[in-house]
Structures are given as C-alpha cells and as structure tokens.
C-alpha cells in the first residue's frame, strides 16, 4: 500500500511539519560547518583523552577499539529505525545549510 507525496503533502500540518524540519535542518548546517573546527577538536579531545585513560587502568587499546565497534554497531541500528520522513528534510536541510556556509565566506 503506497499513499501518493501529493496525498502527504496536502495536508496542511505535515507540510507545516517538513518545512520547519527543513528550515531547522538549514541553521543546523550552517552553523554547524561555522563551528566545524571547534566540533572536530572536540572529538579529537575525546577520543585522545579516553585512550590514555584506558592506557593508565591498564586496559589494552585493542579492547575500547572493540567496545568503539560494538557502539558504532548500536548507532547503525538506531539509524536504521529512524525512517526517512523523519530525518529526510532535517538532513536535507543540513547539505543545503552547509553549502551555504562553505560558499559565502
């Protein structure tokens, strides 16, 4: 059973709800390739600083690669649940945000 876009789109909430969606997914993008730098030495922080915690308890970096493979699992899983209607116009949102900010410099 397949309902039409034109069906979905008809309905005043739904196109309310995806342009919102759209338009949160645009500041998103935009602010977030702003502040890309910040966020990538964030992460790096993170990363750095959980491996040398696992080095002084004297856990091996081979057991927290693994436990990383077992939480990237579970992320790709939860992605997996989300359906397109719901990510969809955020994501979009967020390429159209992000190509904004990299070409107005």
């Known amino acids: 059973m397949s309902i039409p876009?034109?069906?979905i789109l008809a309905d005043p909430k739904v196109s309310a709800a995806?342009?919102?969606q759209f338009l949160m997914g645009l500041g998103l993008g935009y602010f977030a390739v702003k502040a890309l730098?910040?966020?990538v030495a964030f992460i790096a922080?993170?990363?750095l600083?959980?491996?040398?915690?696992?080095?002084?308890?004297g856990g091996s970096v081979?057991?927290?690669l693994q436990m990383l493979?077992?939480?990237?699992?579970?992320?790709?899983?939860?992605?997996t649940v989300l359906?397109?209607?719901t990510v969809g116009p955020v994501s979009v949102g967020f390429i159209v945000g992000a190509l904004i900010s990299l070409l107005r410099k």
């Open 49 to 57: 600083g959980s491996f040398l915690s696992v080095w002084s308890l």
């Open 83 to 85: 359906g397109v209607m």
């Open 37 to 39: 730098k910040y966020v």
């Open 69 to 79: 493979g077992e939480v990237a699992s579970a992320v790709k899983g939860l992605l």
């Open 62 to 64: 081979e057991s927290s």
């Open 45 to 47: 922080i993170l990363v």
């Open 18 to 20: 995806i342009i919102i």
């Open 5 to 7: 876009v034109e069906t």
